[in-house]
T-cell receptor
Framework: RKEVEQDPGPFNVPEGATVAFNCTYS??????FFWYRQDCRKEPKLLMS???SGNEDGRFTAQLNRASQYISLLIRDSKLSDSATYLC???????????FGAGTTVTVRA | SAVISQKPSRDICQRGTSLTIQCQVD?????MFWYRQQPGQSLTLIAT?????????ESGFVIDKFPISRPNLTFSTLTVSNMSPEDSSIYLC????????????FGPGTRLTVL
């Protein structure tokens, strides 16, 4: 089983729509979680860290469910510029290295 | 966050040759890492670059193929040796330790094509 699994999508949504997707992780001892955004042919950029109580950054809301070992990302009022691949990233508790999901592709259309 | 640069940004190389990729950070960082991202795939950690000592390699990666140097807290190099077309990939360095050790920030990547 992969350490981090994501629905690859693609999620095709109109501007203004809400889109949400999850990822699951296998190591119950994992402590830190992140969403990164990767645009085509660019490096991953940190979108937000995910905290136990859930957190919001503008139109982006991240949730963590430790019992079910999944993390979610919700994007409200989608913009064309939100089109990207979103990488779910988990910090491995044993060696403090990052494990990456394969990414969820989101395309926002006009 | 730290500003990270990589050189070269891209290269096309012949099989059997070697390429050294440089990663420069504008401030001292605790940790530096090297990743590979093959076409259509996510990131795979190659190794942790340790300052003043040998790099720590992940399973499936060896020093003879991917020698790494880290002479100080702001600079590291990754060499891809004896290249084959299967080495065609994007190579990314990342750093952590500023502002926290949990969060990693990535350089712009080096796009390598091996003919």
């Amino acid at each position: 089983r992969k350490e981090v699994e994501q629905d690859p999508g693609p999620f095709n949504v109109p501007e203004g729509a809400t889109v949400a997707f999850n990822c699951t992780y296998s190591n119950s001892a994992s402590q830190s979680f992140f969403w990164y955004r990767q645009d085509c042919r660019k490096e991953p950029k940190l979108l937000m860290s995910v905290y136990s109580s859930g957190n919001e950054d503008g139109r982006f809301t991240a949730q963590l469910n430790r019992a079910s070992q999944y993390i979610s990302l919700l994007i409200r009022d989608s913009k064309l510029s939100d089109s990207a691949t979103y990488l779910c990233v988990v910090l491995r508790s044993n060696d403090y290295k990052l494990s990456f999901g394969a990414g969820t592709t989101v395309t926002v259309r006009a | 966050s730290a500003v990270i640069s990589q050189k070269p940004s891209r290269d096309i190389c012949q099989r059997g040759t070697s390429l050294t990729i440089q990663c420069q950070v504008d401030s001292q960082v605790t940790m530096m890492f090297w990743y590979r991202q093959q076409p259509g795939q996510s990131l795979t950690l190659i190794a942790t670059a340790n300052q003043g000592s040998e790099a720590t390699y992940e399973s499936g990666f060896v020093i003879d193929k991917f020698p790494i140097s880290r002479p100080n807290l702001t600079f590291s190099t990754l060499t891809v040796s004896n290249m084959s077309p299967e080495d065609s990939s994007i190579y990314l360095c990342s750093v952590s330790g500023t502002p926290s050790t949990d969060t990693q920030y990535f350089g712009p990547g080096t796009r390598l094509t091996v003919l």
